[in-house]
């Protein structure tokens, strides 16, 4: 009998549910025995092949197709016209894209309970994408080395035209917002020297980012192939970028065999709990629901306002739950791989608690949108492989705070200008591998150099392996999100992450002052990518506005004294509005259709929609309280 229709009869779902189950549970032994095969041309062939027979398995072979001309399409682009074959890919495949959302109307699948290809082929874009811009940017680096070379300049990292690109000094000026000219600031000139000093080093961690990222020679078929399918990673997710494939198939980088290798055990047995614990809660609340009480607008209307407010909240529930099962999929196919390993971090000491791993991911994904508080912009994953995020947007994706603004913390300031030093100095070595190690594992807050492969020592011992590449989601970080920021750092993490850094930061470099046109563009590449039906286009647009409407309220409490009772009054009021809205907004997610969306939110008298609208507005005349100690400079002679 066919497993497939096993698997449908079993569990009594649609057949098409049932094929893409086998194939995405099939990946994880797949990318299991990748880690056996010695060769690396091999593991290229190996990660290609396995992907294109799960997708067969997955889907019908004329989807296949799809998935081909996208890759056609992108292979001549970058052969062709290399200096804006990002751009090329970037319209050509969502093109492409949101043409089989329309063709093969992907939105009535999802109503009908139905899975379709359009999902995966938003990953494949995606990492199209990526490939594409990255290559592009590789054409760039070559240009200015060949540059820097001509003129007699030195291209190692270490200084160009006199001046020291590590973030330490420039024209014999502090950045770190300490002293200028040799005269130590006070009072407002010192935060603002000091919100100058962290964007300085912000821009140079992102620049470092984005150095380690780029691709400078044409990739093989088999390299192509192998990072487009790789093990059938592409029927789930989540992205990462081709450096990262590139350094785990050859061994390189953090999976170099001079470098310990962690255990997988602990990580996997993790994700199996986590899906465990995911499904078992998504059983319990889905019968549950009867989203009949809320299409049905005589059935609406006439429960009790506090009802309507319980029946959406518990719609948005069950769509989060379903994402999560999912996810903790692919989060197990990347660690059996390896790939989700993303490096040592220093153990926490016993007196503070660890934070997520999804957290720090965020921290790259949001922190570098965004800034201390991480308002989101898209998140992120690891640099090498892209993150940590929109923030926020994904976003990716979206930050909260502006990269200035939030960077006013000092210890932040300090903290990154440190990490962009760590960068520089794998930059002046030289090595790439060492400088996508430093780059991936600086958002846990500790960097673990592995550059001259040394013997494993009694200190590296005590340190703990970091599999942030693989989290798309950190369940408890959402589900207790109390800032924008923390949505976008802990949902949907690596596309937050692609968000970020192939559609809002390069918005944004191109006009930092339309920041909430940037923020509302991404967030619209987002919606259209899941598919065109209005429920999906309003919940997005209503997620950005939550967004906005956050980094509204952080610019607000930021001055308050810590510990205050102020600061926690705000800090209870700022978590029932992230509750409140992000549950408002995702129930277009679940309905999808414009009117029953629009009944919904008439029937919750549009609080979701007028709360952020008035929090942003307010936000043009409400001016936040200076801190206390505050003082304007005066300037002396």
Same mark, same amino acid.
């Given at each position: ?150 003129? *007699? +300049? =030195? %291209?190692?990292?270490? /200084? #160009? $035209? &006199? !001046?020291?690109? @590590? *973030? +330490? =000094? %420039?024209?014999?000026? /502090? #950045? $770190? &917002? !300490?002293?200028? @000219? *040799? +005269? ?7 935060? &603002? !020297?000091?919100?100058? *000093? ?440």
């Amino acid at each position: 009998m066919d497993p497939v229709r096993l698997f449908s009869e079993t569990f009594s779902v649609d057949y098409s549910v049932a094929a893409y189950l086998v194939g995405a549970l099939s990946s994880v032994p797949v990318a299991y025995l990748h880690r056996f095969i010695r060769s690396p041309a091999l593991r290229h062939v190996y990660a290609a092949v396995s992907g294109v027979l799960l997708s067969l398995i997955s889907f019908t072979p004329d989807v296949l197709l799809h998935f081909v001309l996208a890759a056609a399409f992108t292979l001549v682009a970058m052969r062709t016209q290399r200096s804006i074959c990002g751009l090329v890919t970037f319209i050509g495949t969502f093109a492409h894209l949101i043409a089989c959302h329309v063709i093969f109307m992907s939105d009535d699948a999802r109503r009908t309970g139905r899975v379709d290809f359009t999902g995966t082929l938003t990953i494949v874009a995606i990492k199209l994408t990526s490939l594409a811009m990255d290559y592009q940017d590789g054409l760039k680096a070559l240009k200015e080395e060949a540059k820097r070379a001509k003129d *007699g +300049e =030195a %291209i190692n990292g270490e /200084a #160009i $035209n &006199g !001046e020291a690109i @590590n *973030g +330490e =000094a %420039i024209n014999g000026e /502090a #950045i $770190n &917002g !300490e002293a200028i @000219n *040799g +005269e130590r600031p006070t009072g407002e000139k010192a935060e &603002g !020297e000091k919100a100058e *000093g962290a964007r300085s080093a912000a821009a140079a961690r992102k620049a470092a980012e984005k150095r380690a990222r780029v691709i400078k020679g044409m990739p093989s078929a088999g390299e192509f192939l192998g990072y487009l399918f790789c093990c059938g990673q592409h029927l789930l997710g989540p992205w990462f970028d081709y450096q990262a494939y590139d350094e785990w198939t050859n061994r390189r980088g953090v999976w170099s065999p001079a470098v310990r290798a962690p255990s997988l055990i602990p990580p996997f047995l993790r994700v199996l709990l986590q899906g465990a614990l995911a499904a078992a809660v998504f059983l319990l609340i889905a019968p549950l629901l009867d989203l009949t009480l809320a299409t049905d607008p005589v059935l609406f209307f006439a429960l009790p306002f506090a009802r309507r407010v319980l029946l959406v909240f518990h719609a948005t529930l069950v769509t989060r739950w379903r994402c999560y099962i999912v996810w903790s999929i692919a989060e197990a196919a990347m660690v059996a791989g390896g790939l989700g390993f993303s490096g040592w971090v220093a153990a926490p000491k016993a007196a503070a608690a660890p934070a997520p791993a999804a957290a720090a991911a965020s921290a790259a994904t949001c922190a570098d949108t965004t800034a201390a508080d991480g308002t989101a912009a898209p998140p992120a994953a690891p640099p090498t492989a892209a993150a940590a995020t929109a923030a926020a947007a994904a976003c990716d994706t979206s930050k909260e705070g502006a990269a200035g603004e939030d960077a006013a913390d000092e210890h932040e300031g300090k903290e990154n200008h440190n990490r962009s030093g760590e960068v520089a100095e794998a930059a002046k070595s030289g090595d790439r591998a060492m400088m996508g190690e430093v780059v991936n594992n600086q958002r846990a807050g500790t960097v673990l150099s592995h550059a001259n492969g040394a013997a494993v020592t009694g200190e590296e011992k005590k340190r703990v392996a970091l599999w942030d590449r693989a989290r798309n989601v950190n369940i408890l970080g959402m589900e207790l999100a109390s800032t924008g920021a923390d949505v976008a750092k802990n949902w949907n993490i690596s596309f937050s992450t692609w968000l970020r850094i192939y559609v809002y930061e390069r918005l944004e470099s191109a006009s930092k002052k339309n920041a909430l046109f940037n923020l509302l563009f991404t967030f619209f590449i987002s919606a259209i990518s899941h598919g065109l039906n209005p429920g999906d286009l309003i919940g997005f647009g209503h997620w950005a506005l939550m967004i906005a409407g956050s980094r509204v309220i952080y610019r607000w409490t930021k001055p308050l004294p810590k510990g205050s009772l102020a600061l926690r009054a705000a800090s209870v009021l700022h978590f029932l509005y992230v509750l409140f809205c992000i549950n408002y907004a995702g129930f277009g997610f679940s309905v999808m259709t414009f009117q029953h969306t629009m009944q919904a939110y008439r029937g919750l008298c549009y609080y979701g929609t007028i709360l952020p609208l008035a929090i942003i507005m307010a936000g043009n005349f409400i001016r936040a309280p200076r801190p206390r100690g505050s003082k304007k400079s005066i300037k002396t002679e």
